[in-house]
Nanobody, 116 residues
Framework: QVQLVESGGGLVQPGGSLRLSCAHS????????MGWYRQSPGKERELVAS???????TTYPDSVKGRFTISRDNANRLYLQVNSLKPEDTAVYYC??????????WGQGTQVTVSS
């Protein structure tokens, strides 16, 4: 099971930016895909970015395309750069890892609040 710890959330004004970080314990041999999800009160958790760990191929829903960028480094960190933030981006953001075994792991989440 991959251990995941998110950081980087906070309060930001509309139009601002943040970089979320997820420290993980997986490797390129164990992780198939990683992603960032978000959940706001009363709504279902939704995928906002995903990356195929080996190839680096990324996908985004239309709601964040062009504003969010997922990336990873070789030091066990996954990132989500979020730009041009809107109040509707306010949510708890979660890091997820899916291993080749099929096991899915989640972090504890980091709060992002977009407000003036």
């Amino acid at each position: 099971q991959v251990q995941l710890v998110e950081s980087g959330g906070g309060l930001v004004q509309p139009g601002g930016s943040l970089r979320l970080s997820c420290a993980h314990s997986g490797t390129i041999l164990s992780i198939n895909t990683m992603g960032w999800y978000r959940q706001s009160p009363g709504k279902e958790r939704e995928l906002v970015a995903s990356i195929i760990f080996s190839s680096g191929r990324t996908t985004y829903p239309d709601s964040v395309k062009g504003r969010f960028t997922i990336s990873r480094d070789n030091a066990n960190r996954l990132y989500l750069q979020v730009n041009s933030l809107k109040p509707e981006d306010t949510a708890v953001y979660y890091c997820n890892a899916v291993e080749y075994s099929g096991w899915s792991s989640w972090g504890q989440g980091t709060q992002v609040t977009v407000s003036s």
